[in-house]
């Protein structure tokens, strides 16, 4: 099932995953590299990267926003390597496992109210001058 | 050949002499072989100690070790002055500061499958499950964003 086919009611708690890319490089040719909305990228400036660039890979997030009720969970892959596994606490709570080639790798329990974000991130392996971050946000629509 | 003749050859490479007292020390090191040697050597000591020095990288941008560092600074109570607290402030803030930037810099080894909880900060709960990483959390409560940088260097 992909993210969006997901039933949403009112009651369900709706976020948005978006997988960006920290370089000093500049931007690569694939077509599914795009620019980062500048909104996003302002919320970006505390970290050391010269760009940053958002990877909408269609094999992975054709649809990056699902609704979730409360105490349900939903997997979704971000990469070839990487998948996220959301779930709703209640509230504005929420708890994303990021789950490495099949392990898990690491769990975070936040609040997350509307308009703020969530971000993991972390080196890529052997490369200093770039870095990868799943961003998190409750959204409305 | 006396200390502060040393000294002097030490701030002469060092480019901390004055015009003068510099072409002063050019000339001397023209005339004494002595000097030239003891000059050459603190240039060979100099050159080996900057060319060697062992590179320390944050492996995040330095405003989140400040950032966590200022948010522990500013909750701690203000010191009373009629203790004279403030100077023990003065040594026990730096002191605190270095503590905390090793604590946050210091690997946070978990076994496979099992969860090792890291620092984190109020209202959220990390837990990690990589061996040998470093774990990193801030918040800017200004800008509405929380990061969670896990280090596998």
């Known amino acids: 099932m992909n993210w969006g086919e997901a039933n949403a009611s009112a009651a369900d708690f709706k976020v948005r995953a978006q997988l960006i890319w920290g370089t000093d490089d500049a931007k690569p040719t694939k077509p599914y590299v795009k620019e980062l909305d500048p909104k996003l990228r302002s919320k970006l400036r505390l970290l050391k990267w010269r760009n940053y660039f958002e990877i909408k890979d269609p094999r992975f997030l054709d649809n990056q926003t699902f609704s979730l009720a409360t105490g349900v969970s939903k997997r979704v892959r971000i990469s070839e390597l990487c998948e996220i596994e959301v779930k709703h606490l209640g509230g504005s709570n929420i708890e994303v496992k990021l789950i490495g080639e099949g392990r898990l790798v690491q769990k975070v329990s936040q609040a997350l109210p509307k308009g703020e974000y969530l971000f993991l991130a972390g080196n890529v392996k052997e490369k200093t001058n770039e870095a990868w971050i799943v961003a998190l946000s409750a959204i409305d629509e | ?153």
């Open chain 2, 1 to 153: 050949m006396n200390i502060d003749s040393q000294l002097k050859l030490q701030a002469y490479l060092d480019g901390e002499l004055k015009a003068g007292q510099t072409r002063q020390v050019a000339e001397w090191l023209d005339k004494d072989p002595e000097a030239r040697a003891l000059f050459a050597e603190l240039q060979h000591t100099t050159t080996i100690m900057t060319g060697n020095e062992p590179p320390v990288k944050l492996p995040v941008p330095g405003e989140f070790f400040w950032a966590r560092i200022e948010r522990e600074i500013t909750a701690r109570p203000s010191p009373r002055p009629r203790y004279s607290w403030a100077q023990w402030w003065r040594v026990l803030l730096p002191l605190g500061a270095v503590g905390l930037l090793v604590a946050l810099l210091l690997p946070r080894d978990a076994a496979p499958g099992k969860a090792s909880s890291v620092a984190t900060l109020k209202g959220m709960e990390v837990e990690t499950y990589l061996p040998n990483s470093q774990v990193i959390t801030f918040r800017s409560e200004s800008e509405g964003v929380s990061f969670v940088w896990v280090d596998t260097r």
